[in-house]
C-alpha cells in the first residue's frame, strides 16, 4: 500500500498542527520522490511528530488491527476513537473492504464532526485487478449529502 510522493506534496499541508488528531487508513509508506520505489518510509513515520494513529485489517506496521467492514460497536477496543480525528487519510484501504456501506459509516464515525478525509484512491476503471471496489467523483459527492 502506497502514498505516492505527488499525493504526499499535494497534502502535506494539512499535516503542520500539532494540535490535531490524525489516523491514516492502511499503513501506507510513501513511494517515489527523494525516497525513490516502493517500501518506506511509511506516512506514519514522516509524520511520527503528530502522533499518527493507524488502522489496518492486518495490523501490521504498528496499526492498530481493525476491519473496517464490521461495525464498530462490534469491535469495542475501538469506541473510544468515535469522533476522535480531526483529520482521517484514505489513500488506497477503503476499495479493499467488502462493506462499503459499514466502511464508510465507520471511517465517517471515527471524524470528527467538521473534521476532514482525505481520500486519494483509484478512480472507476483505472487499475484493472486491484480491488473490486472504485470510486467516482459522483461517489465522493453523495456522501457530503
Same mark, same amino acid.
Given at each position: 500500500? #502506497?502514498?505516492? +510522493?505527488?499525493?504526499?506534496? $499535494?497534502? @502535506? ?8 488528531? &490524525? %489516523? ?5 509508506? =510513501? ?5 525513490? *520505489? +516502493? %517500501?518506506?518510509?511509511?506516512? @506514519? !513515520? ?15 506496521? *504498528? /496499526? &492498530? $488491527? ?10 469495542q477496543e475501538f469506541i473510544h476513537f468515535l469522533s476522535y480525528f480531526d483529520v482521517i487519510t484514505n489513500? %488506497?484501504?477503503? !476499495? ?12 465517517? #464515525?471515527?471524524? $470528527?464532526? %467538521?473534521?476532514?478525509? =482525505? /481520500?486519494?484512491?483509484?478512480? @472507476?476503471? /483505472?487499475?484493472?485487478?486491484? /480491488? $473490486?471496489?472504485? &470510486?467516482? @467523483? ?8
Amino acid at each position: 500500500m #502506497a502514498c505516492h +510522493y505527488d499525493t504526499y506534496q $499535494k497534502y @502535506k499541508h494539512y499535516f503542520n498542527d500539532k494540535s490535531l488528531r &490524525y %489516523g491514516e487508513l492502511g499503513p501506507q509508506y =510513501i513511494c517515489g520522490g527523494p525516497w525513490g *520505489g +516502493y %517500501g518506506p518510509p511509511y506516512f @506514519k !513515520e514522516v509524520f511520527n511528530h503528530l502522533g499518527v494513529t493507524t488502522f489496518d485489517f492486518s495490523g501490521e506496521n *504498528g /496499526s &492498530y $488491527k481493525l476491519n473496517l467492514s464490521l461495525p464498530l460497536s462490534q469491535q469495542q477496543e475501538f469506541i473510544h476513537f468515535l469522533s476522535y480525528f480531526d483529520v482521517i487519510t484514505n489513500f %488506497g484501504t477503503t !476499495e479493499h473492504c467488502q462493506n462499503q456501506y459499514e466502511c464508510w459509516k465507520n471511517v465517517f #464515525a471515527l471524524t $470528527k464532526c %467538521g473534521g476532514v478525509v =482525505i /481520500s486519494d484512491v483509484p478512480r @472507476k476503471n /483505472s487499475w484493472e485487478g486491484h /480491488s $473490486k471496489y472504485f &470510486y467516482d @467523483k459522483c461517489f465522493f459527492e453523495s456522501l457530503n449529502e
